[in-house]
């Protein structure tokens, strides 16, 4: 099983509004990623967790904040969103750094 | 110039044709390669990952590294209209989190 599971699909929300996205994996894997791709774009990297800690963050706003409750599960809590971070965010997981990267189907969020 | 370079498309071809997608990178520490296949607003699925140079092939797909010319390669065999999607390289140094993606082809599979 190489599924990573992503919730919700589809979210629209306001500026002021407070909204989280979920993932989770059950494939025992201690990397966990959150992506942000825009209409014909690659994805670009946000955020890295590895062993439940966060290792990488790629200058993202204070308005996206990642949380890694466990090792199976992976939140991005939302605040404050521009109509800019509309875009499609992508879940992925790896065994460890260096292995092949698993992605979730996304969710879109529209922000109005 | 871009860590990873990849020809945007679209590619069309006939159904049954051998499709070629390429990607050049400029790091010679790249070490893992990946091709990911996107069907429009859905995630990215893994079709092929490689470690170093060298082939490897999955049914009607063929992946090639050729690490001293910072090339790498996607062959699919008998294309299918299913086969019509954007595809991605991707790569990365040995101990490290960060994927370096390419921008994507997309490829068109007429009937």
């Known amino acids: 099983d190489t599924e990573v599971t992503q919730t919700p699909k589809h979210l629209v929300m306001g500026m002021t509004n407070k909204k989280s996205l979920k993932c989770e994996q059950h494939m025992g894997h201690r990397a966990m990623y959150w992506y942000k791709q825009k209409a014909k774009k690659p994805p670009e990297l946000m955020f890295v967790y590895s062993y439940e800690k966060l290792s990488i963050n790629e200058s993202v706003p204070s308005r996206f904040s990642p949380e890694c409750p466990n090792s199976s599960l992976l939140n991005l809590h939302l605040h404050a969103l521009q109509p800019e971070d509309s875009a499609l965010y992508l879940c992925a997981s790896s065994q460890d750094e260096g292995r092949q990267a698993f992605f979730g189907q996304g969710t879109r969020l529209t922000v109005v | 110039q871009k860590e990873v370079e990849q020809d945007p498309g679209p590619l069309s071809v006939p159904e049954g044709a051998i499709v070629s997608l390429n990607c050049t990178y400029s790091n010679s520490a790249f070490q893992y390669f990946m091709w990911y296949r996107q069907y429009s607003r859905k995630g990215p699925e893994l079709l092929m990952y490689t470690y170093s140079s060298g082939n490897k092939e999955d049914g009607r797909f063929t992946a090639q590294v050729d690490k001293s010319s910072k090339y790498i390669s996607l062959f699919i065999r008998d294309s299918q209209p299913s086969d019509s999607a954007t595809y991605l390289c991707?790569?990365?140094?040995?101990?490290?989190?960060?994927?370096?993606f390419g921008s994507g082809t997309r490829l068109l599979v007429r009937p």
């Open positions: 991707a790569m990365r140094e040995d101990s490290s989190y960060k994927l370096i």
